[in-house]
């Protein structure tokens, strides 16, 4: 196989996720990736990720967005922004990568997905974490018929945010919340599994109106929150399954984190890590464990996600992840909310083109990346 050039790109938003998940996962695919730089409004972060891994510090997104050497961005900036620096870079002819959710709005989304392919670029969104083995794994086998005909899902993600992250309050305001920030990973994965949602019934509320960090140099800091923070909601899919998903920053129910269910068995893993194992139901023996795939990260690899952006970058094929599935959740997400508030079910109107289960070994790691 003919050595490709690996895909020039910048880390925009350099805080905890880029120093702990992105800078090193990313670094574990150098034949694909090549973070030539790093993008902050506070500079030290920038500077200490440069010192790290190498790379320029540049003072601003315009200068970053002006560098024609610059292929693709990864925008790990808060919440707020997602929406208009990945619309910017897009603008830019710049490639995006975007944390989830990709825009608070769906119809930010749309302009996102639209401007994408307009400019014939290549637009990935996060969770990637349905590239992992385990997750690979068992969407194959439901693919291939193993459980039968898939009738349903149960996905659950939740905790008291404030209790660990320094910066809880921007996830309890600004139309966050558990819905739009934790929702994605368990819809991600039953929408591959699966297929698109059509209707949503959506059940959610302020549970815990006055909190305070506990973590980090503000902690001791109090706020209320804005957005609803506990809820959960009963989703129909297109082709006639059903979902039920729990999220709540005020209590981490023990509902299974994912849970995929048919007429001749079930599986059961995270829809958050790789390399956790597997459980599977069978009528004849019940729940049983399984190992993970060989070769599985243990975690959530984050590079994962931008090795497939930059494989389909220089071998111009689709992404897996794309960023219509991504808008297609965000939607499910805001219908949640909007049901909760109508007192009744709500249309899903987005759909997307679904993926089929990668061929293995997986496009990056034929050529060699460090997987664990």
């Known amino acids: ?122 637009f990935t969104c996060a969770p990637s974490a349905m590239l992992g083995a385990v997750q690979q794994n068992v969407w194959k086998r439901i693919h291939d018929g193993e459980i039968g005909e898939v009738i349903s899902a149960v996905g659950s993600f939740g905790g008291r945010l404030e209790y660990w992250h320094p910066n809880a309050d921007a996830f309890l305001g600004e139309n966050v919340g558990p819905f739009r920030d934790v929702a994605p990973y368990p819809l991600t994965a039953m929408t591959t599994m699966i297929g698109p949602v059509k209707r949503a019934h959506g059940f959610a509320r302020v549970a815990v109106p006055q909190r305070m960090l506990h973590q980090g140099p503000r902690a001791g800091t109090k706020f209320t929150v804005t957005e609803k923070d506990h809820g959960f909601a009963v989703l129909e899919f297109e082709n006639g399954a059903h979902g039920f998903i729990y999220h709540s920053f005020t209590i981490n129910s023990h509902i299974p984190a994912y849970e995929i269910h048919g007429t001749n068995g079930g599986f059961s893993i995270q829809a958050h890590d790789d390399g956790r194992g597997i459980r599977k139901f069978t ?85 060699g990346s460090k997987t664990g």
């Open 1 to 122: 196989m003919s050595k490709i050039e690996p895909v020039r790109m910048v880390i925009v938003g350099c805080g905890m996720i880029a120093e702990h998940g992105y800078q090193p996962r990313c670094q574990a695919y150098p034949h694909l990736i090549d973070l030539v730089g790093y993008c902050d409004q506070d500079s030290s972060r920038s500077e200490a990720l440069a010192k790290k891994g190498g790379g320029k510090v540049y003072e601003s997104l315009e200068e970053v967005l002006n560098d024609e050497r610059v292929e693709a961005i990864i925008n790990l900036t808060i919440h707020k922004a997602h929406a208009p620096v990945s619309l910017a870079a897009l603008k830019a002819g710049k490639h995006v990568h975007s944390e989830k959710p990709i825009a608070l709005r769906t119809a930010d989304a749309n302009e996102l997905v639209d401007t994408a392919s307009s400019m014939g670029l290549k």
């Open 283 to 367: 009528p004849q023996n019940g729940w049983q464990d399984e190992d993970s795939p060989p070769g599985a990260f243990t975690g959530l690899d984050w590079g994962k996600g931008i090795a497939d952006l930059a494989d389909a970058i220089r071998r111009d094929r689709p992404v897996y992840r794309s960023g219509d599935q991504a808008r297609h959740v965000l939607e499910i997400c805001e219908r949640i909310l909007e049901s909760s508030d109508k007192g009744e079910p709500v249309d899903v109107v987005s759909r997307f083109s679904t993926p089929i289960p990668m061929a293995t070994p997986s496009p990056w790691s034929c050529h």
